[in-house]
Nanobody, 116 residues
Framework: QVQLVESGGGLVQAGGSLRLSCVAS????????MGWYRQAPGKQRELVAR???????GYADSVKGRFTISRDNAKNTVTLQMNSLKPEDSAVYYC??????????WGQGTQVTVSS
């Protein structure tokens, strides 16, 4: 079983930055993909960024060039650095671990609010 705890959300003005962190407890395998999703009110949860244990990354088009995902395999942590934030980035951000066999683990979520 994997438990995920996020931190780092908050309120920031447009153009500002925030850094989200997620610590995973339990066994994390090298084949696990770690990532961040977000869900705004009235919208579906969407992928923001993901990273493999080898460092391969993928980003939603809406955040490319502004967000950077990183992973520390030794500490079982994944971080999302968010720069040049926009009001449309406001959402609850969820840490995720995707395991072979399509098992998903989710954190409790952290609120990010970007004011205009």
């Amino acid at each position: 079983q994997v438990q995920l705890v996020e931190s780092g959300g908050g309120l920031v003005q447009a153009g500002g930055s925030l850094r989200l962190s997620c610590v995973a407890s339990g066994q994390i395998f090298s084949s696990d993909v770690m990532g961040w999703y977000r869900q705004a009110p009235g919208k579906q949860r969407e992928l923001v960024a993901r990273i493999s244990s080898g460092g391969s990354t993928g980003y939603a088009d809406s955040v490319k060039g502004r967000f950077t995902i990183s992973r520390d395999n030794a500490k079982n942590t994944v971080t999302l650095q968010m720069n040049s934030l926009k009001p449309e980035d406001s959402a609850v951000y969820y840490c995720n671990v995707l395991r072979i066999g399509l098992t998903n683990y989710w954190g409790q979520g952290t609120q990010v609010t970007v004011s205009s």
